[in-house]
């Protein structure tokens, strides 16, 4: 290993290799000491460390070196053999499913709503100075909500950003190295009663259907925007059948509500 900084470099990159796959090669990534856990693959983690320093500790060649690996471009499929010498994929035989992030949750929805502002943040609406009288009791809340990326998004150290906090955003009084994630009822009833779930939603239809008649095409174009392929025959099936589903109950709760408002009308 290289005399520049060792610990340094091994830090940054056990970093950066923990947010391409989830886990770092030492996987307790801000604690290195005798307590922490070993690294899985210490010649890799000083191999990478050393072109690290070689590239002058350029971030961004060291990303595009790990990327461009076989490994990261693995797919997520399972092998009985591999599993059972690695069950744990320490060596990375496939690839972790991981969930998005509080951050790349709120980003995806306003991309694929076609609503997002891809400018650089700029600084918060606060109040004038002049009119700050917060005391203990009378704190400084407030969330300057916008449409650009989540990193611009106001962070206060006294309470979390609703959104972050029902994801698990990162805790911002403190460092936060890996998120620990939940799965709570409350995620799925964001999804399906918040306004800015429905306002994404209704703007990632009128974007699908905007100039396309043919439902096949929209149906494809959709599958494009969200995954960045085209849907298969049973996908295309499914999503055909939903939708037809869907026409028809609706059809019936139109018709059941003009009757039943028929009725009304003929009541004395």
Known sequence: ???????TARVIVNRVWSWLFGRGIVSSVDNFGTT???????????????????NGWSVKKLVR???????????????????????????????????????SIRDALLYVSGDLDETVGGAHPFPPVHTW????????????????????????????????????GADPNSSTAVREPSTTPLQSLFMMNDKFAHEQAAKFAARMTQGEADETRQITRAFL???????????????TDYLANFREKLAAKISWNRGRTGSLDMMP
Do not use: C
């Open 133 to 168: 009288g917060f005391t203990q009791h009378n704190q400084f809340f407030a969330n300057y909500d916008n449409r650009q990326r989540t990193v611009y998004q106001m962070q206060q150290r006294l309470r979390k950003h609703p959104f972050l906090a029902l994801f698990d």
């Open 225 to 239: 925007t969200l995954y960045a392929r085209p849907p298969q025959p049973d996908e295309l099936k499914l999503a």
């Open 65 to 103: 070196e790990i990327v461009l690996t076989r490994t990261y471009q693995l797919s997520s499929a399972s092998d009985a053999k591999n599993f059972a010498a690695d069950p744990d994929n320490d060596f990375l035989w496939r690839a972790n499913p991981r969930r998005l992030d509080a951050e």
């Open 36 to 54: 922490g856990a070993a690294p899985s693959d210490p010649e890799l983690l000083d191999y990478l460390a050393n072109r690290f320093v070689a």
């Open 1 to 7: 290993m290289t005399d520049a900084a060792p610990l």
